[in-house]
C-alpha cells in the first residue's frame, strides 16, 4: 500500500483555470506537507499542515489554498493558473511537525500549464 | 537565512565503485538535522540517510554514509559500491528542531555507469 498518495500524477490545464491536487496519507501522521519543485529541480515548501492548523505559509501567492478535511487528507487547490506555476507539486507527512519527524513524500504531482 | 549549497550539478560513477556528493550549509543554529532525500527517476523522493547535528558520530545506512564536519557546515554523502539503482538527483536538506521549513539545495544527477 503506497503511504503518501497523490491524485493526478499528471495535470495539464489552460492559464485561467482552476484545479486541485489531492494527497492522502495511511501512516496516521498528524502533519502534511505540500512542497513545489520548479523545472531547475528546486524543491522548496509551500504550506504544513498539523492537525488541521496551518503551521507554516511560505510566501506563496494566495491563489493557492492548502484545504484539510481531515488529518490523513491535504489537498491543494490553485485558483487562476498561471504559466509559472508549472512545476512538480509533492505532498508530504510526518508523524508530527519538527526536524526528529522523518517527512515521507508522495511521488508528486507534475502540472502542465498551457 | 539558512541556505544548503550543493557546488556538484552532476556527477558520474563506475559501478561498484565510491563516490562523494558535497553539501554545505549556512545556519546559526546549534539544534538541527541534515538529511539527504534521493529522487530516481521515478520522480519519488526517498530518505537515503539523516544526521542529528548533535550527534558527532556520523551516520550510516548501508552503502551509504555521511561525512558531518559541523564546524565546516559541510554534510558530504558517500556511497560506497556503487549500483546502477543508484542512479538519481540526490538532494542534500536543512531543518531545525523546531521549524517546519525543511531548506533543500539544489540537487546533484548522479549517474552511475555499468
Known amino acids: 500500500d503506497t503511504a503518501v498518495s497523490q491524485t493526478p500524477k499528471y495535470l495539464v490545464t489552460q492559464m485561467g483555470n482552476d484545479k486541485s491536487i489531492k494527497c492522502e496519507q495511511n501512516?496516521?501522521?498528524?502533519?502534511m506537507y505540500w512542497y513545489k519543485q520548479d523545472s531547475k529541480k528546486f524543491l522548496k515548501i509551500m504550506f504544513s499542515?498539523?492537525?488541521?492548523?496551518?503551521?507554516i505559509n511560505e510566501t506563496v501567492p494566495n491563489r493557492f489554498s492548502p484545504k484539510s478535511p481531515d488529518k490523513a487528507h491535504l489537498n491543494l487547490h490553485i485558483n487562476s493558473l498561471e504559466l509559472g506555476d508549472s512545476a512538480v507539486y509533492f505532498c508530504?507527512?510526518?508523524?508530527?511537525?519538527?526536524?526528529?519527524?522523518?517527512?515521507?513524500f508522495g511521488a508528486g504531482t507534475r502540472l502542465s500549464v498551457l | 537565512a539558512q541556505t544548503v549549497t550543493q557546488s556538484q550539478p552532476e556527477m558520474s560513477v563506475q559501478e561498484a565503485e565510491t563516490v562523494t556528493l558535497s553539501c554545505t550549509y549556512d545556519?546559526?543554529?546549534?539544534?538541527?538535522?541534515l538529511f539527504w532525500y534521493k529522487q530516481p527517476p521515478s520522480r519519488q523522493m526517498i530518505l537515503v540517510i539523516r544526521?542529528?547535528?548533535?550527534?558527532?558520530q556520523n551516520a550510516t545506512e548501508n552503502r551509504f554514509s555521511v561525512n558531518f564536519q559541523k564546524a565546516a557546515k559541510s554534510f558530504s554523502l558517500k556511497i560506497s559500491d556503487s549500483q546502477l539503482g543508484d542512479t538519481a538527483m540526490y538532494f542534500c536538506?536543512?531543518?531545525?528542531?523546531?521549524?517546519?521549513?525543511?531548506?533543500f539545495g539544489a540537487g546533484t544527477r548522479l549517474t552511475v555507469k555499468p
Open positions: 536538506a536543512f531543518m531545525t528542531y523546531n521549524n517546519n521549513d525543511m531548506r
Open positions: 501512516l496516521g501522521h498528524d502533519t
Open positions: 545556519t546559526s543554529e546549534n539544534n538541527y538535522y
Open positions: 508530504a507527512s510526518s508523524q508530527d511537525s519538527g526536524a526528529k519527524n522523518i517527512q515521507y
Open positions: 499542515y498539523n492537525n488541521k492548523e496551518l503551521i
Open positions: 544526521q542529528e547535528a548533535y550527534k558527532q
